[in-house]
């Protein structure tokens, strides 16, 4: 799924179980249903090192809505290694994702909410705030353990989805006026053999 549809996706959303591995940062994972498929290779797991060979350029945004998603260990270099380093690293702009545990009810209430601010323009990190906020003054969920988990990691500008052009309209504007060339061309063609 992330492996053949990721690279089109200009949002990817990922709701499902996250795993930190304090000692192998590298397989830190999400969780999927593995293939029944026996030809293939997913196991049903989405390690941090297999992350950072997806081609995600065309995502404007992650969101991991798991757990732990924005917890990693320090890498020989200065860099965390966490899940959502590497889908920056993998060339999404944005990820959304956890620092504990989330509960899964008002985890889809604050994605209901946080995509409900997109659609208005909002930028990331004013749609993400603006979804804590609704949820931090509804009783049942005003506790912070039910929304602060999320945090926003890199470019926090309004999403520019960009819509590819139809190419249909090229065709019935192309074909007719291709038609009438070859029409006009036979019938100079026709004139001067006249």
Known sequence: MVWEQGPDAGILHLSTHGA?????????QLAFTADSAAETEYDGFLYVHEVYNLDLKNAGLVTLSACETQLGSRSEGDEIAALSRAFIYAGTPSVIGTLWKVDDASSSDLMVAFYENLQHKDAKDVALQKAQIRLLRN?????PYYWAAFTLTGDYEPLRVVVPKPWWPWI???APALILAVAAAIRAVKRKSA
């Open 20 to 28: 930190v591995d304090y000692e192998s940062p590298l397989f830190s």
């Open 139 to 143: 009783p049942r969920t005003a506790n």
């Open 172 to 174: 019935l504007i192309g």
